[in-house]
């Protein structure tokens, strides 16, 4: 059974840091890219980084970049999305997904994905 399961979710200050881990199993996941998306209330789905099998290239939307980091350990078939500086319009529930041979123009679709996590809620307080 495949199966993602995000964690690290919570409630933090602005400014604040979390780690969110993405845990995997029932596919190899060294050969899946892994995308991160949250949701916030009221609006869709976003996609905010994505990382790719093999060279483990990473893409990040604007509204994350420079302060979000994604990064993923094969051994631990487990996926990671570092939010730093947080602020209160990251408010979110984060998911995880993964694709196979996805190309880059989809990286940011979340209709292109294959698996998904049921997510974990972030609330960044003001």
């Known amino acids: 059974e495949v199966q993602l399961v995000e964690s690290g979710g919570g409630l933090v200050q602005a400014g604040g840091s979390l780690t969110l881990s993405c845990a995997a199993s029932?596919?190899?996941?060294?050969?899946?890219?892994i995308g991160w998306f949250r949701q916030a209330p009221g609006k869709e789905r976003e996609g905010i980084s994505h990382?790719?099998?093999?060279?483990?290239?990473?893409y990040y939307a604007d509204s994350v970049r420079g302060r979000f980091t994604t990064s993923r350990n094969n051994a631990k078939t487990t996926g990671y999305l570092q939010l730093n500086s947080l602020k209160p319009e990251d408010t979110a529930v984060y998911y995880c997904?993964?694709?196979?041979?996805?190309?880059?123009?989809?990286?940011?679709?979340?209709?292109?994905?294959?698996?998904w996590g049921q997510g974990t809620q972030v609330t960044v307080s003001s």
């Open positions: 990382m790719t099998a093999g060279d483990g290239k990473v």
């Open positions: 997904a993964a694709v196979k041979n996805l190309l880059v123009g989809y990286y940011m679709d979340d209709g292109a994905y294959d698996f």
């Open positions: 029932g596919f190899i996941f060294a050969d899946y890219d």
